[in-house]
């Protein structure tokens, strides 16, 4: 893994540069919003296909047509110089483990998990606004669990409303759209994780809503890649 880069030291300290590789714009803004809130002297650099997501099968696995083009975006930003890369869609967040990065490259939802792990939740529900990126979400949700030795268990939900209302930008229409999916799994869960950016704006009023914990990815991660190229602790 490379260092971040840093100029003489007579010379300005370089922020690290963090790319964020969206395949929707919705994600780009909460994706930054995070940065600035956890990692605020990273500097943001948004790189977006958004015909990634609606190119994508609704069912089964991504065409190696899909996972080479995410392989060419993350070279992108390799070469232009990035000490940081984050994918913000989750339905692309296995491809992490198929890449080797000299630097940190992260899935939107990795050190989400983790935090669900290390609060000691029973039960989380997996939220997402449609089937692929629920299914894919729960699948590493449970890989990761089983590694980490994590007894937390995930359930799948799907707020189909909630797709549109991010795209419109409406906060109020995403969280009622999350809530009401929420709601008849509630009795058995004890947090419910966010697997897309795109819904992160909704994560407080959720988190009201419902009375539960919201964990939501996009703070997550760049606290896990400040820990990582600062050395300090999440």
Not at 169 to 181: I, K, N, P, Q, Y
Request: some cysteine; proline content about 9%.
């Amino acid at each position: 893994m490379s260092a971040p880069r840093i100029a003489s030291m007579s010379g300005p300290k370089i922020a690290p540069r963090i790319a964020l590789i969206s395949a929707t714009p919705t994600a780009v803004a909460p994706a930054v919003a995070g940065l600035a809130e956890e990692f605020p002297a990273a500097e943001p650099w948004n790189l977006l296909d958004d015909r990634l997501l609606t190119d994508a099968p609704r069912h089964g696995p991504l065409p190696s047509a899909l996972v080479d083009r995410m392989g060419r975006l993350i070279g992108h930003a390799l070469s232009g110089g990035a000490d940081g890369v984050l994918l913000t869609c989750s339905l692309y967040g296995s491809l992490v483990e198929a890449v080797d990065t000299p630097v940190p490259l992260l899935a939107p939802d990795t050190a989400a998990f983790e935090r669900a792990f290390t609060s000691g939740f029973g039960r989380v529900l997996v939220l997402a606004s449609f089937e692929a990126a629920m299914r894919d979400s729960v699948t590493r949700f449970s890989a990761a669990a089983t590694a980490a030795g994590s007894a937390t268990e995930p359930l799948g939900v799907v707020a189909p409303d909630a797709l549109d209302a991010a795209r419109r930008e409406d906060t109020a229409a995403l969280s009622d759209a999350l809530r009401d999916a929420c709601l008849p799994h509630l009795a058995t869960a004890d947090a419910v994780l966010l697997t897309q950016y795109s819904l992160a704006p909704a994560a407080a009023t959720l988190s009201t809503a419902l009375g539960v914990p919201v964990v939501s990815g996009p703070q997550a991660a760049a606290a896990a890649l400040r820990s990582a190229l600062t050395g300090r602790p999440l």
